[in-house]
């Protein structure tokens, strides 16, 4: 089993910034890839940001210029910093991780989401 526990979601005006933090736990062998997708009201599921294990990212069309993604690989720990936010950022912020469990098998493990509301 793979544990992730987000943090950092909240209220923030436009043009504001936050940083969502996403730790991963349990039998972890090795993690391939971790991601932020969002969700916000009425809409799909959008993948926002994925860092993979030598350290390349890539981004969405939306977030590039705005977010950037980090891990902290000595904590399991994802990072996406969020400035320049916009009203249509606002959306429960899931992270993802996919890798290979101590028993030497894939997992693909989400966080319980966090909110994030642009607002003034």
């Known amino acids: 089993q793979v544990q992730l526990v987000e943090s950092g979601g909240g209220l923030v005006q436009p043009g504001g910034s936050l940083r969502l933090s996403c730790a991963a736990s349990?039998?972890?062998?090795?993690?391939?890839?971790m991601g932020w997708y969002r969700r916000a009201p009425g809409k799909e599921r959008e993948l926002v940001a994925t860092i993979f294990s030598g350290g390349t990212t890539s981004l969405s069309d939306s977030a590039k210029g705005r977010f950037t993604i980090s891990r902290d690989n000595a904590k399991n720990t994802v990072y996406l910093q969020m400035n320049s936010l916009k009203p249509e950022d606002t959306a429960v912020y899931y992270c993802n991780t996919g890798g290979i469990s101590l028993l030497m098998q894939p997992y693909d493990a989400w966080g319980q989401g966090t909110q994030v509301t642009v607002s003034s």
């Open positions: 349990g039998s972890i062998f090795r993690i391939n890839a």
